[in-house]
């Protein structure tokens, strides 16, 4: 008789815990593209990048592009991006040759039972970003054993002490922009000609869905505009992932 599923997550947390930590050190000088051309080694076509061609999302989407054009690059479609979101997803595509980006949304039944009239924001944000991001991304990374985010240290103080490879639960998180700043970024785009989120020219510095994104001003945080008025920092996927067989997450 096999061993309690309890034991083989346990099991399997401490191999990607133990397998960050020997990736971080083999690669603590490496460049950015050495350490996405790593990942793409070890782990071949169990690797996805996970991107909400957002503000910053083109130097990352350029970057995994210039390593392998194929990596799987998942888009979470959440029913309430800014429409200006889907059509640059569209630019970058097609501009960086992309050839294997999913987009993934929430469950229709769970919209259905949860969220019937699409106002589930209005009262609870936790639940809606569970029910529209957090959800689908589990379903979707459900095949890949680590995945690459665009998370930078500079972006919020939950985010101060990332390390490019990041175990989380059973899986390995890849942040080879963990360590940018946003003149890298800046210089990246200007250098590559990359074309910026046009909502980012009217006050959108982090843009998430249209309901929960505000402006920013001058001078405040470049995620002040996330929830704004919330003490809430983050949507939830860079939280622990659902478990196997919890919320259908089938990891």
């Not at 899986?171 to 700043?181: C, E, F, G, M, Q």
């Not at 890298?184 to 869905?209: K, N, T």
């Not at 001078?219 to 067989?245: V, Y």
Request: proline letters at 7%.
């Amino acid at each position: 008789m096999g061993r309690p599923d309890p034991i083989l997550r346990a099991d399997a947390q401490l191999e990607a815990a133990r397998e960050a930590s020997l990736l971080g050190e083999r690669l603590r000088e490496a460049s950015v593209i050495e350490v996405i051309a790593a990942a793409r080694d070890r782990f071949g076509d169990r690797l996805a990048l996970v991107s909400s061609f957002g503000a910053d999302s083109a130097v990352l989407l350029h970057l995994v592009a210039s390593v392998d054009r194929s990596i799987p690059v998942l888009f979470i479609d959440t029913g309430k991006l800014f429409p200006e979101t889907l059509r640059y997803r569209d630019r970058l595509v097609e501009s960086f040759g992309l050839t294997a980006v999913r987009t993934i949304g929430p469950d229709a039944a769970d919209l259905a039972e949860e969220d019937p009239a699409g106002a589930l924001w209005l009262s609870d944000t936790d639940a809606c970003c569970d029910l529209r991001k957090t959800r689908p991304l589990a379903r979707a990374l459900a095949g890949f054993d680590a995945w690459i985010s665009g998370r930078k240290r500079f972006q919020a103080s939950t985010r101060s002490n990332i390390p490019v490879f990041e175990p989380d639960g059973a899986r390995i998180k890849v942040n080879p922009l963990a360590d940018w700043d946003p003149g890298d970024l800046r210089a990246y785009a200007a250098e590559h000609g990359l074309p910026a989120h046009p909502l980012v020219a009217q006050g959108f510095p982090s843009i998430g869905c249209l309901p929960c994104t505000s402006k920013v001003a001058p001078g405040e945080d470049l995620r002040s505009g996330r929830w704004r008025g919330q003490e809430k920092t983050e949507c939830g996927i860079h939280f622990a992932m659902p478990q196997e067989n919890e919320q259908g997450a089938g990891i």
